[in-house]
């Protein structure tokens, strides 16, 4: 039970839960420590801060944070939905409304990430926005680039190569536009996900086609076979799990024991994500059209999902 002396003990609340996180569950080794829980420094790290500015936060001598800082701390610290509220009051902010699409990572997805090293974890929104995912993701699609919309990657042709039939090209694709769908509906007052329809209907004509056709697609399991700049053509299982009650969609990347692509995959993992620049894929500008013409090629370009 945490006690905060009011409402607006910002400071109070981040040393606390600083305190309680323990580091293995971000996949930090023990060791010898002299704090109960994260390093300031561990923290910093993983939300993308200065530990001097940290360091004021839990002095209380920055007490106005941003509410992308605020959604960074959440994540890290692992906190509940009601631990997330209060720590947006507590630092005067507005709690994000039910009707926005959530972004909030609760404590035991982030423990699969840290956890599961083995396998290539990606952690999306309901329209299929990347917010986090572990370092074998990393080696094995680029660095981790959050905020990246899969489907404007899909349909844009931006993102790494992925060879695939047309069938399972189309299949894919169907899926994604359903899963936007569900999106639209679920959250109407959203206006960030009826820009993106948009956005898409602009640059992509086959995403245009599929919209109007409104045929529902399911997402399965299947190998998906990528041609990585170090290690060449690796075929790996594609699993998409949704994590129970919320609307966040888990990727998850694992290859066959003992076989080549296993080999392969643990080679990436050892030396890290690549340094290519191009590998991670960039997304073009959204007002330039794009020659998508998806439904004849057999090599296809798209990110990760």
């Not at 994260?38 to 790290?45: G, N, T």
């Amino acid at each position: 039970m945490i006690e905060t002396t009011g409402r607006g003990d910002l400071a109070g609340l981040l040393r606390a839960w600083r305190d309680r996180l323990q580091p293995e569950a971000v996949g930090f080794p023990v060791g010898q420590r002299r704090t109960r829980g994260l390093r300031r420094e561990e923290v910093a790290l993983l939300a993308g801060l200065s530990v001097d500015y940290l360091v004021r936060l839990e002095q209380g001598r920055a007490a106005r944070p941003s509410a992308q800082v605020v959604a960074s701390l959440a994540r890290v610290l692992q906190l509940s939905d009601p631990e997330r509220d209060e720590l947006y009051a507590a630092a005067g902010l507005a709690a994000p409304t039910s009707g926005l699409v959530p972004t909030h990572i609760p404590g035991s997805v982030q423990r699969l990430l840290a956890r599961l090293p083995d396998v290539a974890i990606g952690v999306y929104s309901a329209t299929w926005t990347l917010l986090t995912a572990n370092e074998a993701w990393s080696a094995l699609l680029g660095v981790i680039a959050p905020g990246r919309n899969l489907v404007v990657q899909q349909f844009t042709r931006s993102g790494v190569t992925v060879l695939r039939g047309h069938d399972d090209e189309m299949r894919f694709q169907c899926a994604l536009v359903s899963d936007l769908r569900r999106a639209l509906i679920r959250y109407p007052q959203d206006p960030a996900v009826a820009a993106l329809v948009e956005q898409l209907r602009s640059v992509s004509e086959t995403f245009r086609e599929l919209w109007a056709d409104a045929t529902i697609v399911e997402h399965r399991s299947e190998p998906k076979t990528f041609v990585h700049p170090v290690v060449g053509h690796i075929t790996l299982d594609c699993d998409v799990f949704t994590a129970a009650g919320t609307d966040l969609r888990i990727v998850a990347y694992t290859a066959v024991p003992g076989s080549e692509d296993a080999s392969r995959f643990d080679l990436l993992r050892t030396l890290g994500a690549t340094s290519d620049p191009s590998w991670a894929g960039a997304e073009p500008p959204a007002c330039v059209p794009v020659q998508d013409g998806a439904r004849t090629r057999g090599v296809h370009s798209e990110s990760e999902g």
